[in-house]
């Protein structure tokens, strides 16, 4: 019933084609025609010339100048079906599912068991497929303030990297009494908020039962991971960015406990530069020093001011991401390593962005105007140089590294491990770098 009410629902114009070949057909009348209209429905359209050749059965219903139309049974019966049919349909559908719903309602423990059961195969084994594709490694929940990895990798980050990259693996190590937190400096686009993601991916990984894309981890329980990444408002409530953040920091402050993991990317920056530097330094002094809290924490900021407090908050440490320079080149080396740094690249990465040339060498002009002395007014206000015509730009060295990259280089070498093959090579490098 159900496949005839769907046949015809949404077939119901074929079979009136039908319907017309078949009469056509039985009663030699090559000119019949279904048609339909609002007063009659549907009816059959035969001229004058066949009208001795109409069957008994036929109910006249109109006489035309040159047809009379009429009605059968069958049509009448089958345009109730065809109106009625999707009506028909839905209520014969709900009808034969409320019997189904009856029958296997005694069955529903049983069914929810087994559901559950499959779930948690389906869960493991995607666990399993990915720990064995993936190279994963079992980490060591345990009780205690430490969580430890070595050669992390972003899970999500790595699956979309083409086949001929490699994701560069980062280490991390907190303990809530030697060291809780961890302030992170480094440019724009060098991975730090990649880093925070995976530390936390690898965290919530770990505590569900899956293995982790780690060389190796111990994770201390977390209760609860809190985050604060990104920049984005809520304009449906008339809360400004900066306003959201606040609000997720004021949940983090108020809720955060011994077993918790928090991740701050960049408190402060919707707001002016000195608000915004002193409240991320009175979120850094609250995490430190509230007792009850005392959270294991990782914390990004471009205020390299704050890195002053690894020599005031005991549990506090300092590391950026590597980063690499060769004359007004930078190379983002992906790596978190231990220390600080005092440059942001921002100029660069804007350059990397398209900024227009002209602007990227007055920004350089400012940047070192502002650096390299401080031009005040008596009443304490900064002023800036003007700018000077395009004649007289002088194109400064986009990032001068405080020492050469032929003295990095040479200072980098591990010569204690190397053959004379290779410092032969590296001689040659160096060499083809110190002409380019």
């Known amino acids: 019933r159900i496949k005839e009410l769907r046949h015809i629902a949404h077939g119901g114009k074929d079979y009136l084609l039908e319907l017309q070949d078949r009469e056509r057909k039985r009663l030699k009348i090559p000119t019949l025609k279904i048609s339909y209209n609002r007063v009659f429905g549907y009816y059959i359209d035969i001229t004058h010339a066949h009208k001795d050749k109409v069957p008994e059965h036929y109910i006249r219903k109109q006489t035309l100048t040159n047809s009379e139309r009429y009605i059968t049974q069958e049509l009448k019966e089958y345009e109730d079906t065809i109106l009625h049919a999707e009506e028909n349909l839905i209520a014969l559908e709900y009808e034969l599912y409320e019997q189904l719903i009856e029958k296997i309602s005694a069955h529903i423990p049983l069914l929810q068991a087994n559901a559950h059961k499959v779930a948690q195969i389906d869960v493991l084994s995607s666990f399993a497929h990915s720990a064995q594709r993936e190279q994963w490694v079992r980490p060591d929940v345990e009780v205690s303030g430490v969580l430890e990895i070595k050669g992390g990798r972003h899970p999500v980050v790595e699956s979309l990297l083409p086949p001929h990259e490699s994701f560069i693996p980062n280490d991390i190590f907190l303990d809530i009494d030697t060291d809780q937190i961890l302030l992170i400096t480094g440019p724009n686009m060098s991975g730090k908020s990649t880093y925070l993601r995976q530390i936390a991916l690898i965290t919530l990984m770990a505590q569900m039962g899956c293995f982790v894309p780690a060389v190796s981890a111990r994770i201390g329980l977390v209760d609860k991971i809190f985050t604060r990444v990104g920049a984005s408002d809520n304009l449906a ?42 409240i991320a330094w009175a979120v850094v002094e609250y995490l430190h020093n509230k007792h009850d809290i005392r959270a294991r924490t990782l914390f990004a900021t471009h205020y390299h001011e704050l ?31 231990p220390g600080s740094t005092d440059k942001s690249y921002g100029i660069y990465v804007a350059q990397m962005a398209g900024i227009p040339q002209d602007v990227v060498k007055r920004a350089n002009e400012i940047l070192f105007h502002l650096s390299g002395s401080d031009h005040t007014l008596p009443d304490g206000k900064h002023v800036m140089t003007p700018a000077v015509k395009e004649d007289n730009i002088v194109q400064l060295d986009i990032f001068t590294a405080k020492e050469s990259f032929l003295h990095d280089e040479v200072n980098n070498l591990d010569i204690d491990n190397m053959t004379p093959m290779d410092a032969l090579r590296k001689l040659s490098e160096l060499k083809k770098k110190i002409k380019t």
Not at 237 to 256: C, D, K, P, R, V
Not at 257 to 265: P, Q
Not at 312 to 332: C, H, M, S, T
């Open 307 to 337: 890195t002053d407090l690894e020599n005031i908050l005991e549990r506090v440490k300092n590391y950026n991401v590597q980063v690499k320079e060769y004359g007004d080149k930078v190379i983002f080396m992906r790596k978190i390593i």
């Open 237 to 278: 409530y008339g809360e400004s960015t900066f306003l959201t953040e606040m609000i997720e920091t004021a949940n983090i402050l108020n809720t955060a406990t011994t077993r918790s993991l928090v991740l701050l990317d960049e408190i402060g920056r919707g707001t002016s530069t000195y608000d915004g530097l002193s």
